[in-house]
């Protein structure tokens, strides 16, 4: 049996409407991420990411 995952919203946004906005926007993100250009800034987040955590263990 599962569990729900608790939803933390401390908002005045009613929890219904985040989620119908969120159901209009994830077919844009989705897209993004698939496409050439998201795939090239997401591979630079994630390099930049790594620099900044092997910086913090330097340190």
């Given at each position: 049996?599962?569990?729900?995952?608790?939803?933390?919203?401390?908002?005045?946004?009613?929890?219904?409407?985040?989620?119908?906005i969120?159901?209009?926007?994830?077919?844009?993100?989705?897209?993004?991420?698939?496409?050439?250009?998201?795939?090239?800034?997401?591979?630079?987040w994630?390099?930049?990411?790594?620099?900044?955590?092997?910086?913090?263990?330097?340190?």
């Open positions: 049996m599962s569990r729900r995952k608790k939803l933390i919203n401390h908002t005045d946004i009613p929890q219904y409407q985040i989620e119908a969120a159901r209009c926007i994830m077919p844009d993100i989705l897209a993004f991420y698939e496409s050439e250009e998201g795939q090239r800034e997401f591979a630079e994630k390099e930049r990411r790594e620099g900044s955590k092997r910086e913090a263990r330097t340190e």
